[in-house]
């Protein structure tokens, strides 16, 4: 049981790892951070329908409720974010947009179940663990470049992404302690955060990242955005139907 929790570990904290590489991989000027949240959008809303929402309607039929439970949580969420940023007085750090603390939020709700995902394989066995870690780290590079370009756009710095984005990943290691010392218990849980994840994966995409696109009158960039977010789409999409889950 010992070598089986290391094992768990050490692949949770590789695959957390992949959140900050996927700052410093984004060697592009700042004010072209832009482009990737039309992938992102792309793959945040490929991620809650083609990934998320099947996986959680096989388990049960009140995944579209949790899924629209979670859409409200991120809409109250948010306008309390933006309450807080624009009405408290003398302050002096940093504003960053509150679209950065929902992608933090959804995405370490994500992570969180990805952990529990591996901790469960490798329950099973040490291989079918380190096929499912794999699968989870070529899953994770698309969307953690959509979500490094999200922060960088909403405000942050290179170096307060990377931080912020590794601390939202380390929630994975969270649902992997939990799912090993409560396996036999987790799997209502599961279902619900999978569906809450991609309710929050849908408002973040639906209710501030094509709104910020449609701004964009140019028609050459128009074309760009257009092509990037099915970019985005492709690649979830890829990645999920080649891994044959």
């Not at 979500?147 to 380390?170: E, P, T, V």
């Not at 050459?220 to 985005?232: N, T, W």
């Amino acid at each position: 049981m010992a070598a089986e929790l290391a094992w768990i570990i050490g692949s949770v904290l590789a695959t957390s790892l992949v959140s900050v590489l996927a700052i410093f991989m984004l060697r592009i000027r700042e004010e072209n951070v832009f482009w990737l949240v039309s992938f992102a959008a792309g793959s945040l809303l490929a991620a809650a329908f083609i990934d998320l929402l099947p996986e959680a309607t096989e388990a049960s039929g009140n995944a579209f409720a949790y899924a629209l439970i979670g859409v409200v949580f991120f809409f109250v969420l948010e306008r309390f974010l933006y309450w807080h940023h624009h009405h408290i007085k003398h302050e002096k750090r940093e504003k960053i947009h509150s679209l950065a603390y929902l992608v933090l939020i959804g995405d370490g709700i994500h992570n969180f179940i990805d952990g529990t995902v591996i901790a469960a394989s490798f329950l099973v066995d040490i291989r079918v663990g380190m096929a499912a870690t794999l699968a989870i780290i070529l899953h994770e590079i698309p969307q953690e470049l959509g979500d490094a370009g999200i922060l960088i756009y909403s405000g942050m710095s290179r170096l307060k992404a990377a931080f912020f984005n590794f601390l939202s990943a380390l929630t994975a290691l969270f649902g992997a302690i939990l799912a090993y010392m409560f396996s036999a218990t987790i799997d209502w849980l599961a279902v619900f955060l999978i569906s809450f994840a991609a309710g929050g994966f849908i408002y973040v995409a639906a209710g501030d990242l094509l709104p910020e696109l449609r701004k964009e009158v140019d028609i050459r960039k128009s074309s760009i955005q257009l092509l990037l977010f099915i970019m985005g789409i492709a690649a979830i999409s890829t990645i999920k139907y080649a891994g044959g889950a």
